[in-house]
């Protein structure tokens, strides 16, 4: 074993695998709180990976100081559509933001690089080796390999867990989603401009639901995601999927889009119960890795940055104390999330758990009693009231 001081390798307080919102955050807060931080990113330009669309509300600006340029498009509207019910709520100012995912991340990295912080691009993570008090991170960058040494390693590598591994005790379920950037004429794009609109059941997308949310003028999103109940595999891969997006397409907009700009996709394994290790040894896991992504519409980036934020202050605390204080992490995430999104399992399970459309359009037909501010607290605030209200009259009907 090498003792720190013959080490030649770069040596960092902390390296984080992963460039996406969790480890950008984690990576922007420990910058900023003087240690030395190491972001690693496989892809060599934020463009090249444009996944997700990233409804979300105000707050999430507030709460971790974004300034205007990462967001996509404004929105003060929901459109819940299901083969048999319409519903639609409005507010008369900003509700929320659509965030321009590549924006989003690409100021992450500045910001990180601004308080002295390292980011490499197109360096891709291939292993690690403890020793000692220190990891030692292989990763390949130009068709090289390079050496860093860490006290911490983070994973931020969402579902692919490249660091943690992929190996997962409990039971759960895999989300698969596929989303294009279309250009479309300015009259499609006003019909969707300022609104999160959603299409659950049959007729849009069985066992899942599709979305359509505006970027920038005359850029739209438009995806489809479906459940795979306690499948680890998505079978058939995401070819029926993209069928299922044509279809969609097809059907909302009245015209073609006149070009896609770019086609995205990915899958997630979710633990039911946030259960499983999010740490281990000196290792901690962010964002989609320990399975944060909400599982009633996988509403992620707002809690991946959460459990950047909640990553960054352990590490602190551990750094500055010269004590490993990471499992207090794993409690933050369990009292942030836990039995909210429990709840929001129920829901889920209700709604996609089996093929059939009657609950899809009786839970829509309940929803649509609530008015706009219920329908923000019970979409972002998973709201343990409204969930008792959602269920007592899902259930009251017949």
Not at 172 to 177: E, L, M, S
Request: charged share 30%; with cysteine.
């Amino acid at each position: 074993m090498q003792t720190r001081d013959k080490m030649t390798d770069p040596f960092f307080d902390v390296c984080i695998v992963g460039g996406g919102p969790a480890g950008g955050q984690c990576a922007r807060e420990l910058a900023a709180a003087g240690k030395k931080v190491i972001l690693i990113e496989r892809v060599s330009d934020f463009s090249l990976h444009d996944f997700s669309t990233a409804g979300t509300p105000n707050s999430l600006l507030s709460d971790f100081s974004l300034p205007d340029q990462v967001i996509g498009s404004p929105w003060h509207r929901f459109l819940m559509h299901s083969s048999n019910e319409f519903g639609i709520w409005e507010s008369e100012n900003r509700a929320g933001v659509v965030l321009d995912f590549i924006k989003l991340r690409a100021f992450l990295a500045e910001e990180t690089e601004k308080h002295g912080g390292k980011v490499l691009f197109g360096c891709t993570y291939l292993d690690h080796t403890s020793d000692g008090d220190y990891y030692r991170i292989r990763c390949r960058q130009d068709k090289k390999e390079r050496l860093f040494s860490a006290r911490y390693l983070v994973d931020a590598t969402g579902g692919e867990r490249r660091v943690l591994g992929k190996k997962r005790d409990y039971p759960g379920f895999t989300a698969t989603g596929i989303e294009y950037l279309v250009e479309v004429s300015e009259e499609e794009y006003a019909r969707y401009a300022g609104a999160l609109s959603f299409y659950l059941g049959q007729k849009w997308m069985p066992q899942g639901y599709g979305w359509i949310f505006p970027m920038a003028y005359p850029r739209l999103k438009v995806g489809v995601g479906r459940y795979f109940m306690g499948e680890e595999r998505v079978p058939g891969g995401k070819d029926p999927l993209r069928k299922n997006l044509d279809r969609l397409c097809e059907r909302v907009f009245d015209s073609p889009p006149r070009s896609i700009l770019d086609r995205h996709g990915k899958s997630l394994y979710y633990t039911y119960g946030q259960k499983g290790s999010f740490v281990e040894g000196r290792i901690l896991g962010l964002g989609d890795a320990i399975s944060v992504a909400n599982p009633l519409a996988f509403e992620g980036i707002r809690h991946a940055m959460m459990t950047g934020r909640f990553a960054a202050e352990v590490l602190i605390e551990s750094l500055e104390r010269k004590t490993n204080r990471l499992k207090r992490y794993q409690k933050r995430v369990h009292a942030y999330c836990r039995f909210r999104w429990k709840l929001c399992e129920k829901i889920m399970l209700k709604l996609y758990g089996q093929a059939e459309d009657a609950n899809v359009d009786r839970a829509v037909h309940v929803l649509k009693k609530f008015d706009f501010q219920e329908m923000m607290d019970f979409c972002f605030k998973y709201s343990l009231s409204l969930g008792f209200k959602f269920f007592c009259r899902f259930h009251r009907i017949n």
